[in-house]
Nanobody
Framework: QAQLKESGGGLVAPGDSMRLSCQAV????????MGWFRQAPGKEREIVAA????????SYVDAAKGRFIISVDNAKGATYLQMNYLQPEDTAVYFC????????????????WGQGTLVTVSS
């Protein structure tokens, strides 16, 4: 059965950029839509971005619009989240997720979750 594995988290300063990667391992996800969620300390998990399996139709939470970009590379079985102009409020554990459609992702109807990667934005 396929699993999702995130990488690329760490500590960055405000204003910096970071790219998170998500790799499907142990199997393929087929034509799954992909998404990124995050959970900040003391808060509930929230969706950040979602995209259809073919890479179009990306959608973002308001806080991410204009700063974050979600993309997919189906040949590699990978999904990415490019995060620019990071701010302290972006500090959270970021989770990769897969679901049958991007609507499922936006509704948090997730079939596969990654284990999460911590992003800390601090000076």
């Amino acid at each position: 059965q396929a699993q999702l594995k995130e990488s690329g988290g760490g500590l960055v300063a405000p204003g910096d950029s970071m790219r998170l990667s998500c790799q499907a391992v142990g199997g393929t996800l087929g034509r799954s839509a992909m998404g990124w969620f995050r959970q900040a300390p003391g808060k509930e998990r929230e969706i950040v971005a979602a995209v259809a399996w073919h890479g179009s139709g990306a959608s973002y939470v308001d806080a991410a619009k204009g700063r974050f970009i979600i993309s997919v590379d189906n040949a590699k079985g990978a999904t990415y989240l490019q995060m620019n102009y990071l701010q302290p409020e972006d500090t959270a554990v970021y989770f990769c997720a897969a679901a049958p459609t991007d609507a499922n992702v936006r509704n948090s109807e997730i079939q596969y979750w990654g284990q999460g990667t911590l992003v800390t934005v601090s000076s």
